[in-house]
């Protein structure tokens, strides 16, 4: 069966990622468009650089121009953001992107945007699977890719990129970052977000070197997420070679991860603290933010200190961009490494969220330890350890049954203020500390995040959880 979890449908290519699911991938978007009468306007599909995203992009856009589904396509590979901006400015009420993002080689999938570039809803998700498992062989309709775009049902964009890069441009102070002059060694790592960022940095005046930036089928063998034990190349090289930032992406260009000239690394919690704190103290730009059940609690002393509100919402960008919409956040983001801001896209953007940082820098005067060392001062330490346990298929429904339904608990030593089931299973503690324990929506996995003012602290949470539930 294709299920669709928090980012999209993804499987082993070979195993489920295989031409004939995607072609019923295709079928069912189809049918669900002519369902709620949405055939009136041309769909996007936009692709990675995993292997087989390619030829998967084209698969779709077989079967959904079979069906006579006008089509928009791109001849080079493109990151998620570009895709779900497009759908956004164009008017579109559809979109696809092939990517499995940053999880292992082995894997692709995809991701189904609607209205004004939104990740598909858990509504609209569901509905999607409905219309999938009844699907049949003989209610899939193709057509040769050259056949549709003979017959103009596919027409390739000309220049997608310069309206999605002009749109950042536009937001940024260019002024500080020419001034500044950063070097700046940008590992892409082997993913669709190098081509925007290289333009953005050289239109700003940006000395810019690449580390990773071919066509890898296998990432250089490493996972393309931009966390601190896939960056240690980047790490190296930036202390070595003297450059003032190190940036990475994400295989699809929505995560973003960054290396300070001292070869510190900057989580994802952290660039959020950062970045709400100098877009509404910097900027001006006034209001509330937004962050995910596993994010650092950091920004909710920040957004106090404000005058300001953090609003919490389960795992799943969808969510945080629709408390976006709802409240005007200044901006919105889960310590993955996906943010985006207020007026921007509905979804994640490293693209935007690099070349933000890249001004924050520049404007400041302050290196990225320097702001988060003032930010520390004046807030607290807040240290988050993460733990993602692989379980066998037969595990998952007794480990549910003990947390979710059950509610049983570890002891962990000292009295729990609440409990959180929204989205797994979250508890706080009254020093603002937490652990939250929930199934990946992509990937096999148990997922556990536990944040406290001592590492030594939110690790034992951890062990103790693991120890309880027996993975």
Known sequence: MIRFGTGGWRAVIGDDFIKDNVYKVGQAVYEYLKRHNLLDQPLMIGYDRRFLSRQAAGWLAEVLAGN?????????????????????????????????????????GIKFFTEEGRDASLEVTDELEEILDALRPEDIHAMPLEKAVNEDLIEYLKNPFNPFIDDILDQMNQKAIRDRGLRILLNPMHGAGVYPLMVIFYTTRCTVDLINEGLDAYFGGHMPAPEEDTLKDLTQRVVDEHYDLGIAVDGDG?????IDRNGRYISANEILVMLYYYLHEYKGWKGPVVRNLATTHMLDAVAASFGETCYEVPVGFKYISAKIDETNAVLGGESSGGLTVRGHIHGKDSIYAASLFVEMISATGKSPSEFMDELEAKYGHYEMVESNLRFAPEQKDSINQLIMVEKQLPDFGRPIEKVNYEDGCKVYFADRSFIICRFSGTEPLLRIFAESNRRDTAQDYIERFKKFVGV
């Open 68 to 108: 006579g589904l006008k089509i928009w396509a791109m001849k080079r590979s493109a990151p998620t953001p570009l895709t779900m901006h497009i759908v956004k400015t164009a008017g579109l009420h559809a979109g696809l992107e092939v990517t499995a993002s940053h999880n292992p080689p082995e894997y692709n």
């Open 254 to 258: 929505d995560r973003l991860g960054i």
